[in-house]
């Protein structure tokens, strides 16, 4: 059942971002089997990608399941091979019973061919040989796999092949029943004979399913087919096995003999192992020519895979009808004789041949006694009662699933009831199915399953769509979040000046606040980077009104006060604060503007003596100069300039003394 190749998992299942046991995190559903799904998974621990095994529900309450899938880690933990997929843990989390395997990237042998159809011979004995190793080395440690199939062989990147899924391995040694129920567990296209007459299995089994691996390489389709498993496992025991050149012309009569005598309906007549048809495989590749190797089957010729169920299924031991078994019983050991020997009810013939008689019945002429008739009626009859209630009421019981696709949700609900099959409903979004109808179908529609099993009905809801939030006002960490929250993502960050809107806050959104948007939109935002500072200009010694604009102009507040100054002129400006550096725009600069010089009145001094006058002159804030007339021998004041009225404080008064 396992594909461990990388997958899309399917919208809602409730196991996708859950931690198992604390330490492996569910990433993705890779595949899904009779008995468990698989899921990419990372350890968390350590790392690393793995394969996470889960038990299905339920069966989480079976305890000989869980004891099966608990044997399955031990099984495989033993095995240390490259060829086989290893096992690294296992273990219960609630309700989840689970295993941790080496995860695997890349296609099982299954979609291969699926994708390409038959291979040639040399690709074929290619991916046979690891196999066979894979498989050795548990036959040598008393394993046997008793699930070997298309589905559980991985084919790598670098060309590794792997066989997976031990699930079923038990000893060689427990020769009894597959299951204490009598319920016969395996994939019912590769059961042995005897696994489906009496429920055995030994190394001789995994060879003949590795033969029937083998014939669908070679051929592209299955060695049996038929609508039911009963009908597929009786061909195994009543039928034998097709001639692989008889389905693709062309095919070397060596591998008619090698695929006969590995699907010989005896065991006996097998090799005794994996390890032995092994040996077998490489013989025969010696003596085939690269012609024969690599020639491809035509296309015309080469029948498609059919479809028949390929996943881990339960059959009934016994269920089989027994007409055409041979009533001397199982016969005695016989080998293969060599290439195109005899073979054991292989090729088309056995098909032609008559049954022999049913126990209890003596043919007439043969000098026995005559039995009476009535034993074999009743087998017959309860053989045919038995029959039937595996078909319509036992396991046998199977069910399509219904093309319930682009249909409303109940339409679908009451289709799939109305096949006896159990809907479950998920949702999911969708750009191209209308909400309220059905988008996706797992198993998908056509399927064969049981009946009662659950059907997963994803319904759409619709586009996806995000309302934008509103995180203006928030830095640019707490934006991020409150977008990530809602599965938008953060877009282009600028950044703009605002005289509102403090440094480091977003000061707009686009698109804006409330907007409905798919997932993962980018949201660009400006951050504020606070108040723009203004060079402060110096405006000194200019005329006030004309300072007053400039700073306006600046975006700057003015505010105006008077001083006499002996210096500046009157109405222009003395000083400001700040003279300079940077402000914000509304802050206020301070001027101071000349009111022009303090105005004195000039003392009369003429007549007075030179010493009085000067201290007149000075005391009243003047300087004083000094000019003589005829020597000024007498130091009479005899003029001034200026004699009177009003003269800036601190200008010069000049007096001439005689």
Do not use: C
């Not at 991985?154 to 066989?163: D, E, P, R, S």
């Not at 391995?169 to 029943?177: C, I, K, L, Y």
């Not at 403090?502 to 959104?509: C, E, I, M």
């Amino acid at each position: 059942m396992t594909t461990y190749t990388r997958a899309v998992s399917p919208t809602g299942d409730a196991l996708i971002g859950h931690l198992l046991d604390g330490r492996y995190r569910v990433e993705s559903r890779l595949a899904d089997g009779g008995m468990a799904t698989v899921y990419l998974g990372v350890d968390t621990r350590l790392e690393r990608e793995v394969a996470l095994k889960v038990m299905r529900p339920h069966l989480v309450h079976d305890d000989t399941f869980v004891s099966r899938f608990r044997r399955e880690a031990r099984s495989a933990a033993s095995l240390s091979h490259p060829n086989v997929v290893g096992v690294f843990d296992q273990g219960r989390d609630g309700d989840h019973v689970f295993l941790v395997m080496e995860y695997v990237a890349g296609p099982t042998l299954r979609e291969v061919l699926t994708d390409e159809g038959p291979l040639s011979p040399r690709a074929a004995l290619d991916v046979l040989d690891p196999v066979l190793q894979a498989l050795g080395e548990a036959h040598a440690k008393g394993l046997v796999h008793r699930d070997v199939k298309p589905e559980n062989v991985i084919l790598t990147g670098a060309g590794t092949v792997k066989v997976a899924d031990f699930g079923l391995a038990r000893a060689v040694s427990s020769q009894t029943m597959t299951s204490s129920s009598g319920v016969l567990l395996g994939t019912v296209a590769y059961l042995s004979p005897e696994q489906v007459e009496r429920g055995i299995a030994d190394a001789r089994s995994d060879v003949y399913a590795a033969g029937l691996v083998l014939f669908e390489m070679l051929t592209g389709a299955k060695a049996f087919t038929g609508e039911t498993p009963i009908h597929v496992a009786y061909q195994h025991v009543h039928g034998g096995v097709p001639v692989p050149s008889e389905r693709v012309d062309g095919l070397p009569p060596v591998l008619d003999d090698l695929v006969a005598v590995a699907t010989s309906r005896d065991p006996d007549d097998r090799p005794r192992d994996a390890g032995e048809l092994l040996a077998l495989v490489r013989r025969t590749r010696t003596g085939l020519t690269p012609t024969a190797l690599d020639a491809r089957p035509a296309g015309s010729e080469a029948l498609a895979a059919a479809s028949v169920p390929t996943s881990t299924a339960a059959l009934p031991v016994g269920a089989v009808a027994r007409a055409g078994r041979d009533p001397r019983g199982p016969r005695g050991p016989r080998r293969p004789q060599g290439p195109r020997g005899p073979r054991s009810g292989t090729g088309t013939d056995a098909l032609s041949v008559p049954p022999p008689p049913l126990e209890g019945v003596v043919v007439a002429g043969r000098g026995h006694r005559r039995r009476t008739w009535w034993p074999a009626a009743v087998a017959s009859v309860a053989l045919a009662a038995l029959t039937a209630w595996f078909f319509l009421l036992g396991p046998g019981a199977v069910a399509t699933v219904p093309s319930v696709l682009q249909r409303p949700l109940d339409q679908a609900v009451a289709a799939v009831q109305q096949a006896d099959l159990d809907p479950t409903v998920t949702r999911a979004f969708s750009e191209d199915v209308a909400k309220g109808t059905v988008m996706t179908v797992e198993p998908g529609v056509g399927s064969t399953v049981g009946r009662g099993e659950q059907v997963v009905l994803t319904v759409s809801r619709g586009p996806e769509r995000y309302e934008v939030p509103d995180v203006a006002g928030m830095t640019r960490k707490e934006a991020g979040r409150q977008l990530g929250e809602r599965n938008l993502a953060l877009g282009r960050v600028t950044e703009r000046y605002s005289e509102t809107v403090p440094d480091g806050q977003v000061l707009s959104l686009r698109p804006e606040a409330g907007a409905s948007v798919k997932p993962d939109t980018k949201v660009a935002l400006v951050l504020s980077k606070g108040r723009r500072p203004v060079p402060v200009p110096d405006v000194t010694g200019q005329g006030a009104d004309a300072a007053t604009a400039t700073l306006q102009d600046a975006g700057l507040e003015v505010q105006r006060s008077e001083e006499n100054s002996a210096t500046v002129a009157a109405g222009d400006v003395v000083s400001q604060s700040p003279r300079d550096g940077t402000l914000y725009r509304g802050d206020t600069v301070s001027l101071v503007v000349s009111k022009g010089p303090v105005m004195v009145e000039v003392p009369a001094v003429v007549g007075k003596q030179l010493p009085e006058a000067r201290r007149i002159l000075e005391e009243a804030g003047f300087e004083v100069q000094v000019k003589k007339a005829l020597g000024g021998i007498f130091g009479t004041v005899r003029f001034q300039d200026p004699e009177n009225g009003l003269a800036p404080e601190g200008s010069t008064v000049t007096v001439t003394i005689v």
